[in-house]
């Protein structure tokens, strides 16, 4: 058994343990997601040149054969590292295995262009580059538009969400809505009659200096639109008594500013204080089937 090979086992036991114990992240916030499948091409980017070298080195394969079979490789442990994931609960995805693709090809040009770039002519050469040039913009564009949306959203604090812009969408989730951001302002229709909604996760956590929460919001239906707003924290327990739990009700046409004390968010859960420094997410939603099923909210605020 070559070095080669004995590291290369190495290396894939190292990522297979990594199926099977806790990270170090918890995979919650936007950011440890993407950093966690950001990981996915560097990984694979690895594993594919211990691959080509092996194959080549010790099998004596070359030129299409040795790449065609290396990206094969590659490509095929990439799809069986997410089936393993789904038995284990973990976050398998074909984003993923597209992440563990794009490492691949990085890999396979790579070596190419450093292996054999005396034999390359100039146009093959561009070639390459414009492949890795994109495969690097493809990997880094994730971690790029998650930057840029921490940096939107902790600069318009303590504004939460003022709907200028379009990385608000990094924060929000839908259940059971249809929502577009239009005019400086985000249009919902509800379609699911269970408490559908939206909510804004990860905003700046630490409130305690503030006063209220000040939700700016407009019913342009024809009927009473009833509203509910949800707040937790990170220490959430899951339950309904264990948050803040609020409803209003917006008359057909009327634009409102809902004013919320933060002192009676704090109150909000039943056995314990809201930790204001550790703020979680904000949802906004239908309380009834009745009623208005459209609402623009302008804005989300701390005063």
Known sequence: MTRRLILLIAFVVVAAALLFVPLP????????????????TPLFLIGTLFIVSILRQDFRLEGVRLYALSGLIGAVAGVLSEIIQRPLRRDASWEDVFADCVGVVLALGLYA??????????????????????????????LVSMARAYLHRD????????????????????????????????????????????SFHEPVPDWHSYKALVLDVENPG?????????????????????????????????????????????????????????????????????????????SMRLD
């Open 25 to 40: 992240i918890s995979g919650e916030t936007y950011a440890e997601r993407t950093i966690e499948n950001a990981g996915h």
């Open 113 to 142: 262009l450093f292996h054999r770039r005396r034999s390359l002519g100039v146009g093959t050469r561009i070639v390459i580059l414009f492949i890795l040039l994109a495969c690097t913009a493809t990997w880094i564009a994730p």
């Open 155 to 198: 600069g318009q604090f303590p504004v939460l969400a003022s709907f200028d812009s379009r990385m608000e969408r990094f924060w929000i989730v839908s259940f059971g809505v249809r929502q577009e951001i239009h005019d400086g302002a985000l249009d919902v229709e509800f379609d699911a009659d269970q408490f559908p909604g939206i």
């Open 222 to 298: 024809s009927e009473v639109l009833h509203l509910g707003v949800r707040v937790h924290d990170a220490g959430h327990g899951r339950e309904f008594a264990d948050r803040f739990n609020r409803r209003f009700e917006i008359a057909a046409g009327e634009r409102r500013q809902l004013r919320i004390p933060l002192d009676e968010i704090q109150r909000g859960p039943r056995n314990r204080l809201m930790n204001m420094e550790q703020i979680a997410n904000v949802a906004v939603f239908r309380t009834r089937g009745a009623g208005s099923t459209q609402m623009r909210l302008h």
